[in-house]
């Protein structure tokens, strides 16, 4: 079956910080898929990324980036100088390709405050 | 460039009714899929469905609960006899194409259901 862990419930750093959500996963696929979704306080889900399992290669994209390393299962998400609009509960989830195709397993989301 | 649609953005119903949530998929997108997110946990999936067909309703609780995506409009999701257990958030996301592909599912603001 596939999981995804989120041990992080609620993450409160002050402005500026750096921020790391961590995301561990379970899957006997040999080809997954693995996404970040950030919910913000207005409720819609809004896609950040997208990595396939033949792609270890880390990802930046501006204040974001990804760390994803196949031998400890984790697909982690770090924020640079947060900012308050980073506020915002974050979703991992995974999709294989075979097993439940087309099917998200969301991790139970890191509640992640930016205080000013 | 209009995104996933979803409505009513918020609907009350007493114990008993019967609650209708529509969803629009992005244009292009033939493959829709439904997920309820309940208060303070992740979402889980429901229903896949693409054009007149469902194609993974493993999700969905066994009774009371029924998904369409007709071949003209937008997919409803029914539940008849509403109890409070069924407020929640309900998400419809879409994608391009199906599970060969294992393309991005972009989400829709949800509906937030409310049983009195």
């Known amino acids: 079956a596939q999981k995804v862990t989120q041990a992080q419930t609620e993450i409160s750093v002050v402005e500026k910080e750096d921020v790391t959500l961590d995301c561990v996963y379970e899957?006997?696929?040999?080809?997954?898929?693995l996404f970040w979704y950030k919910q913000p306080p207005s409720g819609e889900l809004v896609f950040l990324i997208r990595?396939?399992?033949?792609?270890?290669q880390n990802e930046i994209s501006g204040r974001y980036s990804w760390n994803f390393q196949k031998s400890t299962s984790s697909f982690n998400f770090t924020i640079t100088a947060s900012q308050v609009v980073d506020s915002a509960v974050y979703f991992c989830?995974?999709?294989?390709?075979?097993?439940?195709?087309?099917?998200?397993?969301f991790g139970q989301g890191t509640r992640l405050t930016i205080n000013p | 460039n209009a995104g996933v649609m979803q409505n009513p953005r918020h609907l009350v119903r007493r114990r008993g009714q019967e609650a209708r949530l529509r969803c629009s998929p992005m244009?292009?997108?033939?493959?829709v899929y439904w997920y309820r997110q309940l208060p303070e946990e992740g979402l889980k999936f429901m229903v896949y469905?693409?054009?007149?067909?469902?194609?993974?309703e493993s999700g969905m609780p066994k009774e009371r609960f029924s998904a369409e995506f007709p071949k003209e409009g937008p997919s409803i999701l029914r539940i008849q006899q509403v109890v409070r257990g069924d407020s929640a958030a309900y998400f419809c996301?879409?994608?391009?194409?199906?599970?060969?592909?294992?393309?991005?599912?972009?989400f829709g603001p949800g509906t937030r259901l409310l049983v009195l």
């Open positions: 996301a879409s994608s391009y194409s199906g599970a060969e592909y294992q393309e991005t599912q972009y």
């Open positions: 899957t006997r696929d040999t080809t997954y898929y």
């Open positions: 990595r396939n399992s033949f792609d270890e």
């Open positions: 989830a995974l999709s294989g390709l075979i097993q439940g195709a087309q099917k998200l397993v």
């Open positions: 244009k292009g997108h033939s493959h």
């Open positions: 469905l693409q054009k007149e067909n469902i194609i993974d």
